[in-house]
């Protein structure tokens, strides 16, 4: 006798919209070690001792994204385009409020206090990344949200692709040219 297949992350989250308590208990553990696998990918390449560690970030990421009520979430690639957002956001709102203590001033205290105890080392560049990302955004949308994607989601090329609805050469080309311009922008302003 064969085992049932469990149900994916899309089922999962399209009856949880429906208001399934039971698929937000069997999606928790599937989200979760998704969600870590991404944080800990972008973390990954930090330095030792980063202020972040990957718990930290996951955990108020999850947080985040189960209060969402009024988003209707459409399938997997969509949970985690949001996901990779909301990482950004994160991130860079830590960076800043680090960046704000280190220079004295009053930072808000964040949900992340636990975080903060490891370090009060800033990395500045994610400030800048983020301010440049935000620039390319206003000049192609699509390409800031591949990095959005790939950098802060740690999303594949093929997943990326599929969030954004494009081939993944389309991602690849987009990438390429997104990094090109950001490391001009970012080399400009050091």
């Known amino acids: 006798m064969t085992s049932p297949t469990p149900p994916n992350i899309t089922q999962l989250l ?34 030792r001792g980063h202020v972040l560690q990957t718990t930290a970030l996951v955990n108020e990421a999850f947080v985040r994204l189960v209060d969402w009520h009024e988003v209707e979430w459409k399938n997997r690639a969509h949970f985690f385009g949001v996901s990779a957002t909301l990482m950004r956001h994160i991130l860079v709102q830590f960076a800043r409020e680090q960046q704000a203590q280190k220079r004295g001033g009053n930072a808000v205290k964040v949900s992340l206090s636990e975080a903060a105890a490891v370090s009060t080392r800033l990395n500045p560049d994610l400030v800048k990344l983020d301010d440049a990302l935000t620039a390319l955004e206003k000049l192609d949308p699509r390409q800031a949200r591949t990095v959005e994607l790939r950098f802060f989601g740690g999303l594949s090329l093929e997943e990326s692709a599929e969030v954004l609805g494009v081939s993944v050469s389309t991602v690849r080309r987009d990438w390429r040219m997104a990094q090109a311009w950001l490391h001009q922008q970012l080399s400009a302003t050091t």
Do not use: C, I, S
Not at 25 to 40: F, G, M, N, W
């Open 14 to 47: 399209v009856a949880w919209n429906q208001g399934d308590q039971n698929a937000l208990e069997q999606l928790t553990p599937l989200v979760y070690r998704e969600l870590h696998r991404l944080a800990h990918g972008y973390l990954a390449g930090e330095r």
